[in-house]
Each structure stands twice: as C-alpha cells, then as structure tokens.
C-alpha cells in the first residue's frame, strides 16, 4: 500500500522560506505524477504544484507562481516543495499527493488517489 510522509514544515515570519519533503512507499514512485495542495482553516483544500514523472513538467498555482519550487528525486523516492517569499496567507495544511495515472488533470483533489497526513506550515506577519 502506498505511504506518503511529510516533513519540514514549521514556523516562520514573512518573507522567509521553508523546504517540505515528501518520502514515498510502496508502489513505483517514479511512475507517479506528484502534487502538493493544502488547506487552510475552514477552506476547501487547494491545488498548489505538481510535477510529472521525469521531471520534466511543473504546474503551479497563480497565488504561488514565482516563489514555490516543486521538484523530485527518484532516487530517493522523494518530492520537494521549497517555499521562499512566504505570506501569511500560505499558512495551512499541505499534503502531498500521489495522482490516479489515469487523469490529465492536476489542479484537482478528485485526480489524486493517494494523500499524506498532512505538515503544519504557519507564516507570521
């Protein structure tokens, strides 16, 4: 069965940075599209990066575009999220996600068959 774990989130003021990692196992993890969403305190959990399989192709949400990083290692069955110039409006929950292979589509909670529990990141102002 798959397992996603996070890590790496924490407090921190704004304009600072923080790296999330994912660790994967269980099914191939180089076969899988890898995402992160999060949620926030009575919002609707939301599409924040996503990267293929190789690599090769990233997706962002407008909100983050320019200052989130997604990126993957196979090798080490891990995705990362480096998060630089944070907002207090970042503050949430994030998970990683593992997609269906199926789906073309990212930005969407329903494409996604596999979630981590989750890794508290709070921006002070």
């Known amino acids: 069965q798959v397992q996603l774990v996070e890590s790496g989130g924490g407090l921190v003021q704004a304009g600072g940075s923080l790296r999330l990692s994912c660790a994967a196992s269980g099914r191939t993890f180089s076969s899988y599209r890898m995402g992160w969403f999060r949620q926030a305190p009575g919002k609707e959990r939301e599409f924040v990066a996503a990267?293929?399989?190789?690599?090769?192709?990233?997706s962002y949400t407008d909100s983050v575009k320019g200052r989130f990083t997604i990126s993957r290692d196979n090798a080490k069955n891990t995705v990362y999220l480096q998060m630089n110039s944070l907002k207090p409006e970042d503050t949430a929950v994030y998970y990683c996600a593992q997609y269906s292979l199926s789906t073309t589509r990212v930005a969407i909670t329903a494409a996604v068959d596999y979630w981590g529990q989750g890794t508290q990141v709070t921006v002070s102002s």
């Open positions: 990267i293929s399989w190789s690599g090769g192709s990233t």
